[in-house]
Protein backbone atom coordinates (compact mmCIF):
# COMPACT_ATOMS: atom_id res chain seq x y z
CA UNK A 1 0.00 0.00 0.00
CA UNK A 2 1.19 3.70 -1.09
CA UNK A 3 2.02 6.20 1.71
CA UNK A 4 -0.52 7.93 -0.11
CA UNK A 5 -3.24 5.27 0.53
CA UNK A 6 -2.39 4.69 4.18
CA UNK A 7 -2.80 8.10 4.40
CA UNK A 8 -6.01 8.07 2.59
CA UNK A 9 -7.11 5.41 5.58
CA UNK A 10 -5.65 7.54 8.31
CA UNK A 11 -8.34 10.63 7.11
CA UNK A 12 -11.08 8.46 6.98
CA UNK A 13 -10.76 7.34 10.41
CA UNK A 14 -9.94 10.28 12.29
CA UNK A 15 -11.36 13.00 10.32
CA UNK A 16 -15.18 11.36 9.81
CA UNK A 17 -17.59 14.58 9.15
CA UNK A 18 -20.89 14.67 9.87
CA UNK A 19 -22.96 13.40 6.65
CA UNK A 20 -25.16 16.29 6.56
CA UNK A 21 -21.95 18.60 5.93
CA UNK A 22 -20.16 15.99 3.85
CA UNK A 23 -23.10 16.49 1.46
CA UNK A 24 -22.78 20.24 1.44
CA UNK A 25 -19.05 20.01 0.77
CA UNK A 26 -19.62 16.91 -2.00
CA UNK A 27 -22.25 19.81 -3.82
CA UNK A 28 -20.23 23.20 -3.47
CA UNK A 29 -17.04 21.14 -4.57
CA UNK A 30 -18.17 18.12 -7.19
CA UNK A 31 -21.52 18.44 -8.10
CA UNK A 32 -21.67 22.63 -8.50
CA UNK A 33 -19.68 22.52 -11.69
CA UNK A 34 -22.18 20.21 -12.80
CA UNK A 35 -24.89 22.87 -12.46
CA UNK A 36 -25.52 22.15 -9.16
CA UNK A 37 -27.91 19.36 -9.39
CA UNK A 38 -27.61 15.33 -8.59
CA UNK A 39 -29.74 12.54 -9.17
CA UNK A 40 -31.01 10.89 -5.48
CA UNK A 41 -29.19 7.74 -6.89
CA UNK A 42 -25.52 9.24 -8.66
CA UNK A 43 -25.16 10.94 -5.05
CA UNK A 44 -25.55 8.03 -2.99
CA UNK A 45 -23.12 6.44 -5.28
CA UNK A 46 -20.78 9.38 -5.16
CA UNK A 47 -20.67 9.67 -1.22
CA UNK A 48 -20.82 5.70 -0.24
CA UNK A 49 -16.63 5.54 -0.74
CA UNK A 50 -17.00 8.32 1.85
CA UNK A 51 -18.64 6.11 4.95
CA UNK A 52 -22.22 7.35 4.26
CA UNK A 53 -24.27 4.28 3.19
CA UNK A 54 -27.80 4.89 1.16
CA UNK A 55 -29.98 5.60 4.58
CA UNK A 56 -27.37 7.90 6.44
CA UNK A 57 -27.46 9.81 2.66
CA UNK A 58 -31.28 10.03 2.29
CA UNK A 59 -32.04 11.25 5.65
CA UNK A 60 -29.29 13.69 5.28
CA UNK A 61 -31.05 15.28 2.13
CA UNK A 62 -34.36 15.42 3.34
CA UNK A 63 -32.50 17.23 6.50
CA UNK A 64 -30.65 19.63 3.88
CA UNK A 65 -34.66 20.11 1.91
CA UNK A 66 -35.73 20.99 5.41
CA UNK A 67 -33.09 23.54 5.51
CA UNK A 68 -33.93 25.55 2.48
CA UNK A 69 -30.41 24.38 1.09
CA UNK A 70 -31.43 21.76 -1.01
CA UNK A 71 -34.84 20.85 -3.55
CA UNK A 72 -36.25 18.20 -5.28
CA UNK A 73 -37.50 17.16 -8.86
CA UNK A 74 -39.34 14.19 -8.80
CA UNK A 75 -39.09 12.87 -12.65
CA UNK A 76 -41.57 9.33 -12.42
CA UNK A 77 -39.55 7.72 -9.50
CA UNK A 78 -36.24 9.12 -9.43
CA UNK A 79 -35.12 12.30 -7.74
CA UNK A 80 -32.93 15.03 -8.24
CA UNK A 81 -32.02 17.41 -5.73
CA UNK A 82 -30.53 20.78 -6.42
CA UNK A 83 -29.13 23.93 -4.93
CA UNK A 84 -32.10 26.27 -4.07
CA UNK A 85 -31.16 29.78 -4.57
CA UNK A 86 -30.41 30.22 -0.97
CA UNK A 87 -27.99 27.46 -1.12
CA UNK A 88 -26.36 28.92 -4.21
CA UNK A 89 -25.80 32.39 -2.80
CA UNK A 90 -24.24 30.66 0.23
CA UNK A 91 -21.81 28.36 -2.14
CA UNK A 92 -21.10 31.72 -4.43
CA UNK A 93 -20.28 33.60 -1.30
CA UNK A 94 -17.39 30.91 -0.16
CA UNK A 95 -16.13 29.27 -3.40
CA UNK A 96 -14.00 33.10 -3.78
CA UNK A 97 -12.03 32.21 -0.12
CA UNK A 98 -11.98 28.57 -0.68
CA UNK A 99 -10.11 28.61 -3.87
CA UNK A 100 -8.70 31.43 -3.61
CA UNK A 101 -4.88 30.69 -4.69
CA UNK A 102 -3.50 33.99 -2.64
CA UNK A 103 -4.53 35.70 0.52
CA UNK A 104 -6.94 38.54 -0.43
CA UNK A 105 -5.48 42.07 -0.93
CA UNK A 106 -6.38 44.56 1.67
CA UNK A 107 -6.81 48.09 1.66
CA UNK A 108 -6.86 49.21 4.98
CA UNK A 109 -10.40 50.02 4.92
CA UNK A 110 -12.99 48.24 7.22
CA UNK A 111 -17.06 47.57 6.76
CA UNK A 112 -19.02 47.50 9.46
CA UNK A 113 -22.89 46.99 9.89
CA UNK A 114 -24.77 48.98 12.56
CA UNK A 115 -27.83 47.05 14.54
CA UNK A 116 -30.75 48.96 15.86
CA UNK A 117 -32.04 48.32 19.51
CA UNK A 118 -35.21 47.13 18.01
CA UNK A 119 -34.33 44.23 16.15
CA UNK A 120 -34.69 41.11 18.67
CA UNK A 121 -32.10 39.10 19.70
CA UNK A 122 -32.97 36.18 17.34
CA UNK A 123 -33.05 38.57 14.30
CA UNK A 124 -29.61 39.79 15.78
CA UNK A 125 -28.34 36.15 16.26
CA UNK A 126 -29.45 35.08 12.36
CA UNK A 127 -27.65 38.29 11.01
CA UNK A 128 -24.35 38.01 13.40
CA UNK A 129 -24.39 34.36 12.11
CA UNK A 130 -25.27 34.67 8.60
CA UNK A 131 -22.45 37.58 8.44
CA UNK A 132 -20.32 35.18 10.31
CA UNK A 133 -19.29 33.63 6.70
CA UNK A 134 -18.34 36.99 5.15
CA UNK A 135 -15.70 37.25 8.33
CA UNK A 136 -17.52 39.77 10.18
CA UNK A 137 -17.58 39.40 14.15
CA UNK A 138 -19.45 41.57 16.96
CA UNK A 139 -16.80 45.01 17.56
CA UNK A 140 -19.08 46.26 19.95
CA UNK A 141 -22.04 46.04 21.05
CA UNK A 142 -24.69 46.73 18.29
CA UNK A 143 -21.81 46.77 15.60
CA UNK A 144 -20.45 44.21 13.45
CA UNK A 145 -17.18 44.50 11.41
CA UNK A 146 -14.91 42.77 9.15
CA UNK A 147 -11.49 44.05 7.69
CA UNK A 148 -12.35 44.36 3.97
CA UNK A 149 -13.54 47.31 2.58
CA UNK A 150 -15.44 45.52 -0.08
CA UNK A 151 -18.07 43.54 1.58
CA UNK A 152 -21.00 45.98 1.16
CA UNK A 153 -22.28 44.09 -1.62
CA UNK A 154 -22.18 40.94 0.13
CA UNK A 155 -23.87 42.34 3.36
CA UNK A 156 -26.66 43.79 1.55
CA UNK A 157 -27.45 40.85 -0.71
CA UNK A 158 -27.69 38.89 2.95
CA UNK A 159 -29.59 42.19 4.45
CA UNK A 160 -32.01 41.60 2.12
CA UNK A 161 -32.44 37.90 2.27
CA UNK A 162 -33.02 38.39 5.86
CA UNK A 163 -35.62 41.28 5.05
CA UNK A 164 -33.44 42.80 7.66
CA UNK A 165 -32.31 45.79 4.50
CA UNK A 166 -34.58 48.13 5.69
CA UNK A 167 -33.16 48.31 9.42
CA UNK A 168 -29.40 48.21 9.39
CA UNK A 169 -26.97 50.96 8.30
CA UNK A 170 -23.81 49.57 6.37
CA UNK A 171 -20.94 51.81 6.91
CA UNK A 172 -17.08 51.39 5.13
CA UNK A 173 -14.81 52.86 7.38
CA UNK A 174 -10.75 53.85 7.62
CA UNK A 175 -8.82 53.04 10.70
CA UNK A 176 -6.72 55.61 12.57
CA UNK A 177 -5.06 54.38 15.25
CA UNK A 178 -3.71 50.47 14.26
CA UNK A 179 -1.58 50.62 17.13
CA UNK A 180 -5.05 48.91 18.60
CA UNK A 181 -6.22 46.81 16.00
CA UNK A 182 -4.25 43.80 17.00
CA UNK A 183 -5.89 43.52 20.54
CA UNK A 184 -9.48 44.54 18.96
CA UNK A 185 -9.13 41.13 16.55
CA UNK A 186 -7.66 39.08 19.15
CA UNK A 187 -10.94 39.81 21.45
CA UNK A 188 -13.64 39.73 18.53
CA UNK A 189 -12.01 36.40 16.69
CA UNK A 190 -11.55 32.67 18.16
CA UNK A 191 -7.59 33.79 16.35
CA UNK A 192 -6.28 31.07 19.03
CA UNK A 193 -8.94 27.94 17.93
CA UNK A 194 -8.92 29.40 14.63
CA UNK A 195 -5.17 28.21 14.35
CA UNK A 196 -5.70 25.44 16.44
CA UNK A 197 -7.70 24.09 13.20
CA UNK A 198 -5.05 25.02 10.44
CA UNK A 199 -2.46 23.28 12.35
CA UNK A 200 -4.68 19.72 12.83
CA UNK A 201 -5.33 20.15 8.84
CA UNK A 202 -1.53 20.55 8.21
CA UNK A 203 -1.33 17.42 10.31
CA UNK A 204 -3.44 15.45 8.66
CA UNK A 205 -3.14 16.45 5.17
CA UNK A 206 0.76 16.79 4.74
CA UNK A 207 1.16 12.67 4.38
CA UNK A 208 -0.56 13.14 1.06
CA UNK A 209 1.31 15.43 -0.43
CA UNK A 210 4.13 13.71 -2.23
CA UNK A 211 2.64 10.96 -4.09
CA UNK A 212 -1.16 12.23 -4.20
CA UNK A 213 -1.10 12.30 -7.99
CA UNK A 214 -0.45 8.37 -7.74
CA UNK A 215 -4.29 7.83 -5.89
CA UNK A 216 -6.68 5.65 -7.91
CA UNK A 217 -10.01 8.12 -9.61
CA UNK A 218 -11.90 7.16 -6.24
CA UNK A 219 -9.55 7.23 -3.99
CA UNK A 220 -8.27 10.85 -5.28
CA UNK A 221 -12.04 11.77 -5.09
CA UNK A 222 -12.30 10.83 -1.78
CA UNK A 223 -9.10 12.87 -0.60
CA UNK A 224 -9.87 15.76 -2.36
CA UNK A 225 -13.16 16.10 -0.78
CA UNK A 226 -11.59 15.32 2.62
CA UNK A 227 -9.00 17.82 1.76
CA UNK A 228 -12.00 20.93 0.73
CA UNK A 229 -13.61 19.67 3.61
CA UNK A 230 -11.24 20.34 6.19
CA UNK A 231 -9.92 22.84 4.80
CA UNK A 232 -13.62 24.69 4.18
CA UNK A 233 -13.89 24.41 7.94
CA UNK A 234 -10.85 26.09 9.34
CA UNK A 235 -10.96 28.72 6.30
CA UNK A 236 -15.26 29.72 7.12
CA UNK A 237 -14.28 30.32 10.65
CA UNK A 238 -11.02 32.52 9.51
CA UNK A 239 -12.00 36.63 9.31
CA UNK A 240 -9.04 36.40 7.17
CA UNK A 241 -7.68 39.57 8.83
CA UNK A 242 -4.47 41.09 7.60
CA UNK A 243 -0.99 40.22 8.69
CA UNK A 244 -0.81 43.37 10.92
CA UNK A 245 -3.66 42.10 12.67
CA UNK A 246 -2.60 38.39 12.99
CA UNK A 247 -0.21 36.19 15.71
CA UNK A 248 3.06 35.52 14.53
CA UNK A 249 3.79 32.45 12.30
CA UNK A 250 0.68 32.40 11.42
CA UNK A 251 -0.78 28.44 10.05
CA UNK A 252 -3.40 30.13 7.90
CA UNK A 253 -1.25 30.80 5.21
CA UNK A 254 0.88 27.28 4.86
CA UNK A 255 -2.78 25.62 5.29
CA UNK A 256 -4.08 27.48 1.78
CA UNK A 257 -0.89 26.40 0.14
CA UNK A 258 -1.00 22.94 0.98
CA UNK A 259 -4.96 22.96 0.28
CA UNK A 260 -3.74 24.51 -3.16
CA UNK A 261 -1.05 22.08 -4.23
CA UNK A 262 -3.15 19.40 -2.91
CA UNK A 263 -5.87 20.07 -4.77
CA UNK A 264 -4.10 20.74 -7.89
CA UNK A 265 -2.60 16.96 -7.72
CA UNK A 266 -5.57 15.05 -6.82
CA UNK A 267 -8.00 17.20 -9.51
CA UNK A 268 -7.34 14.93 -12.91
CA UNK A 269 -7.69 11.30 -11.29
CA UNK A 270 -11.24 13.09 -9.32
CA UNK A 271 -12.49 14.80 -11.96
CA UNK A 272 -12.14 11.28 -14.39
CA UNK A 273 -14.30 9.43 -10.94
CA UNK A 274 -16.68 12.39 -11.08
CA UNK A 275 -17.52 12.54 -14.82
CA UNK A 276 -17.88 8.20 -14.47
CA UNK A 277 -20.27 8.56 -11.70
CA UNK A 278 -22.33 11.83 -12.51
CA UNK A 279 -22.52 10.90 -16.48
CA UNK A 280 -25.85 12.80 -17.32
CA UNK A 281 -24.93 15.92 -15.16
CA UNK A 282 -21.34 15.41 -16.90
CA UNK A 283 -22.78 15.58 -20.33
CA UNK A 284 -24.09 19.19 -19.89
CA UNK A 285 -21.30 19.97 -17.04
CA UNK A 286 -19.40 23.22 -17.36
CA UNK A 287 -15.53 22.95 -16.59
CA UNK A 288 -14.64 24.99 -13.24
CA UNK A 289 -10.87 25.73 -12.39
CA UNK A 290 -10.09 25.40 -9.20
CA UNK A 291 -7.21 27.21 -7.30
CA UNK A 292 -5.81 28.54 -10.90
Known amino acids: MTAAACAL ?3 LS ?5 AKSLIVTVYGDSILPFGGGCWLGALIDLVEPLGLNERVTRTAV ?3 VQDGILEAERVGRRSRYTLTRVGRRQ ?3 AQARIYASEPPRRDGRWTLVALPDALSAGERESLARELGWLGFARLAPGLLGTARGDASEQVITVLSELNSAGDCAVFSAESKSDDTLPGLAAKAWPLEEIAADYAEFLDLFEPL ?3 AAGLSPEDAFVARTLLIHAYRRALLRDPALPDLLLPPGWPGHDARALARDLYRALQPAAQSHLKRVLSEEAANGVSIQRFK
Open 9 to 11: LQL
Open 14 to 18: TDRPR
Open 62 to 64: FRL
Open 91 to 93: FDS
Open 209 to 211: RDD
